[in-house]
């Protein structure tokens, strides 16, 4: 080809620069090929974390649905005590009556039941053999309030009716006179 040793020297050079600088690009582009399939096995695991956090998003949820469903079964039970309270329902029937009563159709006003009239009328007809009549009790005769504070003097002891007779019983008065001796003296 008619060229000199330093023109074949600089081809030599030029070509062997070339090929050096393909291989670069080639090992560049083999790197991105391998982070490419990292990147590729990152995003197909992203995937899988989005199910996974869809899935636990789910559950938490559900379980705040859980937490809110018993929190308000609660109060409406809590309300419906006080309704058998005030039906003067014994205490002692309340927890298995609340056990069977259906709150699915209750529905509250705050902390009380929304339509009390009505579940007042469901008491009186489902439990109405449990309804109670209060009883009032007036003060016992025997031990008036503040008798126990009040000193007795003799003419109240022997006090009489109209009929001559004494208003204390014979142990009363045997009483109030051992409860104040001076009275003896």
Same mark, same amino acid.
């Given at each position: 080809? !008619?060229?000199?040793d330093e023109?074949?020297d600089?081809v030599?050079?030029?070509?062997?620069e070339?090929?050096?600088a393909?291989?670069?690009q080639v090992?560049?582009?083999?790197?991105?090929?391998d982070k490419?399939a990292?990147?590729?096995?990152?995003?197909?695991?992203?995937?899988?974390w989005?199910?996974?956090h869809?899935?636990?998003?789910?559950q938490?949820d559900?379980?705040?649905?859980e937490?809110?469903?018993k929190?308000t079964?609660?109060v409406?039970?809590?309300?419906y005590?006080?309704?058998?309270?005030a039906?003067?329902i014994?205490?002692k029937?309340?927890?298995r009556i609340v056990?069977?009563t259906?709150f699915?159709?209750?529905e509250l006003? !705050?902390?009380?039941?929304?339509d009390?009239?009505?579940a007042?009328?469901?008491?009186?007809s489902e439990?109405?053999?449990?309804?109670g009549?209060?009883?009032?009790? !007036?003060?016992?005769?025997?031990?008036?309030?503040g008798?126990?504070n009040?000193k007795?003097?003799?003419?109240?002891i022997y006090?009489?009716d109209?009929n !001559?007779h004494?208003v204390?019983?014979t142990?009363e008065r045997?009483?109030?006179?051992a409860e104040?001796?001076?009275?003896l003296?």
């Open positions: 080809m !008619g060229l000199t023109q074949i600089s030599i050079d030029a070509h062997t070339t090929v050096d393909l291989k670069s090992a560049q582009y083999k790197a991105d090929a490419l990292e990147l590729q096995k990152q995003m197909d695991e992203g995937k899988d989005k199910a996974e869809d899935k636990l998003k789910k938490l559900d379980f705040k649905a937490v809110a469903s929190e079964l609660t409406k039970q809590a309300a005590r006080a309704l058998l309270a039906e003067h014994p205490e029937y309340h927890d056990k069977m259906d699915g159709d209750m006003d !705050g902390d009380k039941i929304k009390e009239g009505k007042r009328s469901g008491i009186k439990w109405g053999e449990f309804i009549t209060p009883e009032i009790h !007036g003060a016992n005769v025997e031990t008036p309030p008798a126990a009040q007795l003097t003799k003419a109240d006090k009489r109209d !001559g004494y204390m019983s142990a045997q009483k109030a006179l104040n001796p001076d009275l003296k």
